[in-house]
């Protein structure tokens, strides 16, 4: 019998009527640690799930010396209990102070996994764990306030301290800069040479150098393997495509509340958390109608800034914040402020009610809640069909958001932050779990309701290349100070 790892043989796991996976094959040697790559909706995550025991399936999987390990899974959303003992966070949260001192911090979070700091099989001493892992400046900071790659670092030394002998990381990558994305590429590689055996679900742009091999996933099925020198990530196949009914699109109304000359304007704002600075010495101007990029580190202050501008943030009302030509705090709500913008960040993907179906969450957007709680008269329901037929989502429309992919979800969320044609778009990493063909459709999209309607853009990426053409101006953000580019 040959060294193998791990043996998949005609595994196939169905979600209703539909097959997810279909009849899947693919071996994995001791010596090998292998990347899944391939669509949105492929069935990735699936499959990381069906290895980890969350799925029924039918067909053979089979492990080295017949045992299932211990298998832990590295999710691409990640949520967390507070000290109440409540999981269902609602994404204001996160700028509450009040909240934040209900929230664990990442040295309880860790403790109670390994309160003694007792050694790990990994090799790598629980003591070092938070400087290996680049942890350890916010091993104090309270979970609801870590930043996107601060989070993800935190989940995989969680993983680490349940001494898994499989590792599956789903999409690791998704959210970071480029210096988080260099770090998490140098910690795989560590926890590779300690003994963790890693299965990785990525980007084919994103397989790190101690990969050895490569599996292409396309409609539920294995339809490549190679090793990684022998990789083509442009030969991966894209997603079914999706565009945008120019003719549909002309005949939407446009959103009433465009009477402001400066979307924003911002004098002299300065945040604080305790001793920690979040935004210092913020000065500036978004006039209506121009697109904007916003670009820095993970933690420079970018969600904190946004926060300010959507409403969710009471430190507004200690700055100098206008919108739309208003001064916060001078007899305007938080929903006065919200119907004019349209919404999606991470945090609205993690925390939203995933039982609610596709048409209930797209027509949430019209009431900015997160969830659907009233009846729609006929023109709202006109509207919200308009939107899930420009973007192709009328086959999804009763589904759960628990049963779409990743993928399909930040579809469904874009299209709840687009249903009330807002004056202000607000997109924070909108393009994650897209993959390159979704992301240069979504762009173009973008680019033609812009230059459509005059809409005023704030778009937040650590990738360039998602940056629609529209954007003119840039906004960069390091250590909570900002200054302006050109955009070229």
């Known amino acids: 019998m040959d060294d193998f790892f791990l043996r998949i043989e005609d595994v196939t796991v169905r979600s209703g009527e539909k097959e997810v996976l279909k009849k899947l094959n693919l071996n994995i040697k001791d010596n090998e640690e292998w990347a899944i790559v391939g669509a949105s909706g492929s069935g990735k995550t699936t499959l990381a799930n069906t290895l980890a025991g969350k799925h029924y399936f039918t067909g053979n999987i089979q492990f080295k010396n017949g045992a299932k390990p211990d298998i832990v899974v590295v999710e691409q959303q990640h949520r967390f209990k507070n000290l109440s003992n409540v999981a269902d966070f609602y994404y204001q949260q996160r700028y509450n102070s009040s909240d934040a001192e209900d929230a664990v911090t990442v040295a309880e979070a860790l403790e109670q996994l390994n309160p003694r700091q007792k050694k790990i099989a990994t090799g790598i001493e629980v003591a070092t764990l938070p400087a290996v892992l680049h942890i350890t400046h916010i091993m104090n900071e309270p979970l609801i306030q870590l930043s996107n790659g601060e989070n993800k670092r935190l989940q995989i030394a969680k993983a680490i301290l349940q001494e898994p002998e499989l590792l599956i990381l789903d999409n690791p990558f998704v959210g970071l800069d480029v210096e988080g994305r260099k770090i998490l590429a140098q910690i795989i590689d560590t926890l590779k040479k300690t003994g963790v055996k890693i299965l990785l679900i990525t980007s084919p742009f994103e397989v790190p150098d101690s990969i050895t091999h490569v599996a292409v996933l396309q ?31 002309h005949a939407l109304k446009k959103n009433e509340a465009q009477d402001f000359d400066y979307a924003i304007r911002m004098r002299n704002v300065e945040v604080k958390y305790g ?23 993970n933690g420079a202050g970018k969600s904190t800034l946004l926060s300010l501008i959507t409403g969710d943030n009471a430190k507004a009302y200690a700055n100098e914040v206008y919108l739309f030509d208003k001064r916060r705090g001078t007899g305007e709500s938080i929903w006065d402020i919200k119907k004019k913008i349209g919404y999606l960040s991470p945090e609205m993907h993690i925390y939203f009610d995933y039982t609610s179906t596709t048409f209930q969450t797209i027509a949430s957007g019209l009431f900015d809640s997160i969830g659907l709680f009233r009846q729609l008269n006929e023109a709202q329901r006109k509207q919200v069909n308009e939107w899930m037929h420009l973007l192709q989502l009328e086959k999804i429309q009763n589904k759960l958001l628990s049963q779409l992919s990743a993928g399909e979800q930040r579809l469904v969320l874009l299209a ?45 990426s650590h990738y360039r290349h998602e940056i629609p053409e529209c954007v003119t101006k840039a906004l960069y953000l390091n250590n909570g100070e900002m200054r302006i580019e050109k955009r070229d």
Request: net charge negative; proline share 6%.
């Open 219 to 249: 409609n539920g099925t294995i339809v490549s393997a190679t090793k990684r020198k022998n990789f083509d990530p442009y030969s991966v196949p894209g997603s079914e495509t999706f565009s945008i009914d120019h003719k549909a699109l």
């Open 275 to 297: 001793d920690r600075i979040i935004l210092h010495n913020i000065n500036w101007d978004v006039k209506k109608g121009e697109c904007w990029s916003i670009s820095g580190p």
């Open 416 to 460: 709840r932050a687009l249903v009330k044609n807002p004056p202000m778009l607000i997109l924070d990493e909108p393009c994650q779990g897209l993959d390159s063909r979704h992301i240069d459709e979504f762009r173009q999209i973008i680019n033609d309701i812009c230059q459509t309607f005059g809409t005023t853009l704030l778009y937040v």
